[in-house]
């Protein structure tokens, strides 16, 4: 912006290319050129310093959320999490009476899903009687 000779070079440049039709047109349209230069890495600098603090957000929720997730399988809870998230492989290897006892002690209870074949019931065949009359 304070070295007027580069500026009237630009100027020239824009004139020798047909932009503009005068010497002054040309001149403005270059300052307003370089105005917008310099308004826009202003601007990159308040972007990065956004870009950093959203990144160092993501990073402590990361970070946090590893810790939890480290920790969690240490617990009582995150052994009883990986105990029960077991149980329907373990399902067949188990004593006959062990889910109906989970059922009644801890309110664990069996899912099941809803397909084509579950309202399904077959038919009660009927007995012909004779009736004599």
Not at 15 to 21: K, N, V
Not at 84 to 103: A, G, H, R
Request: glycine fraction near 4%; hydrophobic fraction near 30%.
């Amino acid at each position: 912006m304070v070295d007027g000779e580069h500026i009237d070079k630009i100027a020239q440049q824009l004139l020798h290319r047909g932009h503009f039709g005068d010497d002054s047109d040309a001149r403005n349209e270059t300052l307003k050129m370089i105005t917008f230069i310099i308004d826009h890495y202003e601007k990159i600098d308040r972007l990065l310093s956004e870009i950093d603090r959203t990144n160092a957000g993501y990073t402590r929720a990361l970070v946090g959320r590893t810790q939890y997730l480290r920790n969690t399988s240490r617990d009582t809870k995150g052994q009883l999490i990986e105990i029960i998230k077991s149980l329907p492989k373990l399902k067949e290897d188990l004593p006959l009476n062990t889910m109906d006892d989970l059922q009644l002690s801890v309110n664990v209870y069996k899912q099941c899903w809803v397909d084509e074949n579950s309202l399904y019931r077959e038919p009660k065949k009927r007995e012909l009687s004779k009736s004599y009359h």
